[in-house]
Nanobody
Framework: QVQLVESGGGLVQPGGSLRLSCTAS????????IGWFREAPGKKREGVSS????????SYANAVKGRFTISRDHAKNTVYLQMTSLRHEDTAVYYC????????????????WGQGTQVTVSS
């Protein structure tokens, strides 16, 4: 059974950090482009970051560039999103997705999705 499971979300103060994990079962993340997306209340799902399967090249949305870092651990079949200097506007449900998108930030181009993990940035 193909499954993606996110974890690591929670409540954090502005300026704080969190590390999200995306663990796959039933397939190898090494064969897929992995994207992190987020969806805030009343807003469209937006691309946050992605990592390419072959060379590990990464992409970031402008809003998170310099603050978030995506990485992967093939042995654990897991992709991480390290989030630092968190802001109120980072509050959202964060999802990971696997696929072979021609454009990394378009959600419809991904095949598999996790259930999401809530990140709340609040003092």
């Amino acid at each position: 059974q193909v499954q993606l499971v996110e974890s690591g979300g929670g409540l954090v103060q502005p300026g704080g950090s969190l590390r999200l994990s995306c663990t796959a079962s039933g397939f190898s993340l090494a064969n897929y482009n992995i994207g992190w997306f987020r969806e805030a209340p009343g807003k469209k799902r937006e691309g946050v970051s992605s990592i390419h399967p072959s060379d590990g090249s990464t992409s970031y949305a402008n809003a998170v560039k310099g603050r978030f870092t995506i990485s992967r651990d093939h042995a654990k079949n897991t992709v991480y999103l390290q989030m630092t200097s968190l802001r109120h506007e980072d509050t959202a449900v964060y999802y990971c997705a696997a696929g072979h998108p021609s454009i990394w930030a378009i959600p419809d181009l991904y095949d598999y999705w996790g259930q999401g993990t809530q990140v709340t940035v609040s003092s």
